[in-house]
């Protein structure tokens, strides 16, 4: 059962940036409006994950890190679970190949509780210290897998793919502070963005991506046969050079997919040099049931029902809107 457990868990947890992802995409599901990382040695030694979420009870903090259990399934909802792939996974995964501490107090309780996990051996649910919302503490990631580790990059590349799901999950979520730490130092920061900030999304794109995108920006709003695009596209006199920094948001979610890719090329052709990237970001709402279910949300790949609709949808709002700014 462990061995099987510990080969399923590298199917979702591949890197230090995967619990990172995981979790913290686990404490924006539990409401939390601040997340604070914290990475030792690139999260290799050590992932401390603090929200002010609305926590778990002495009860739920023994469930949740048993594989399959998730309080997020509706009886109605298999389609969109399967969509997101191994839900009820994640927490029982790191369990399976770390030294997991969960410490948690449920809204409103008077005690919090903490749990421990060590290669897949559950502890008993004890009292803990903590003021509220939810603690993760990951140590020693793979060390029941050393196998794993080997395959791990630099503590720099580690911390740095850390850096980027983080950005992207801040550009999707402005209403949510984050911050990301190197040891000691604060190496990423994005304050909350209130209501009365005017576009919360735009200023939360320009806390990430540069001052000089926000300036540089257009907005895309589109729909087609039930599609939705929204966000914001650099103009074609703005590049930031070599790294493209082109994002892709599915129902809120960051995923990577080369359509993308090719779908802004042909938006920007006619204005761009071949070697230019333009920078955009852009959230694409689908009824649930249009993406693909045969998905590795751990790679954040998506596979749309009809890959065509979506390109179509995309290089035409940015064709107009590129229009409309007068290019
Ligand atoms: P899933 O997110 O797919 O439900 P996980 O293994 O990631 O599966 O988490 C299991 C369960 O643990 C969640 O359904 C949730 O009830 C609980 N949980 C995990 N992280 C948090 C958190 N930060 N705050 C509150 N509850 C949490
Ligand atoms: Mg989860």
Redesign the pocket.
């Known amino acids: 059962e462990r061995t099987i457990n510990r080969i399923a868990a590298g199917e979702v947890i591949e890197r230090p940036a995967s619990a990172v992802k995981?979790?913290v995409?686990?404490?924006i599901?539990?409401g939390?409006t601040r997340v604070d990382v914290v990475l030792h040695e690139g999260g290799r030694s050590l992932i401390d994950?603090s929200?002010n979420?609305?926590?778990?009870d002495a009860g739920?903090l023994a469930?949740?890190?048993e594989r399959h259990?998730?309080?997020?399934?509706k009886d109605d909802d298999l389609v969109h679970?399967m969509s997101?792939g191994?839900?009820?996974?994640?927490?029982?995964?790191?369990g399976a190949v770390a030294r997991l501490t969960?410490s948690?107090r449920a809204q409103g309780a008077a005690e919090a509780w903490k749990v421990l996990v060590e290669g897949g051996r559950k502890g008993q649910v004890s009292p803990a210290a903590l003021s509220a919302?939810?603690r993760?503490e990951v140590r020693d990631l793979f060390f029941a897998t050393p196998a794993r580790l080997k395959f791990l990059k630099t503590d720099r590349s580690e911390f740095q793919a850390a850096v980027d799901i983080i950005k992207r999950l801040a550009m999707a979520h402005p209403e949510v502070a984050f911050s990301l730490s190197d040891g000691d130092r604060v190496a990423f920061r994005a304050p909350s963005i209130g209501a009365l900030a005017g576009d919360a999304r735009l200023e939360r794109l320009g806390a990430i991506l540069g001052r000089e995108f926000q300036e540089n920006a257009i907005e895309i709003d589109a729909e087609r046969e039930g599609l939705r695009l929204t966000g914001y596209a650099g103009l074609p006199t703005y590049s930031r050079g070599q790294a493209t920094h082109q994002y892709l948001f599915v129902n809120g979610r960051p995923v990577k997919d080369k359509l993308l890719t090719g779908a802004v090329r042909g938006a920007y052709q006619d204005y761009l040099a071949r070697d230019r990237h333009p920078v955009l970001a852009l959230f694409l709402d689908v009824p649930t049931e249009f993406v693909d279910v045969n998905v590795h949300p751990a790679k954040a790949e998506v596979r749309f029902r009809d890959a065509g609709l979506v390109r179509g949808l995309i290089v035409s709002a940015l064709r107009h809107a590129l229009a409309d700014a007068g290019h």
């Open positions: 995981e979790l995409e686990n404490s599901d539990a939390a994950i929200d979420g609305i926590g778990m739920e469930l949740a890190v259990a998730t309080s997020k399934l679970i997101l191994f839900r009820g996974e994640a927490l029982a995964s790191i969960l948690s919302g939810t993760i």
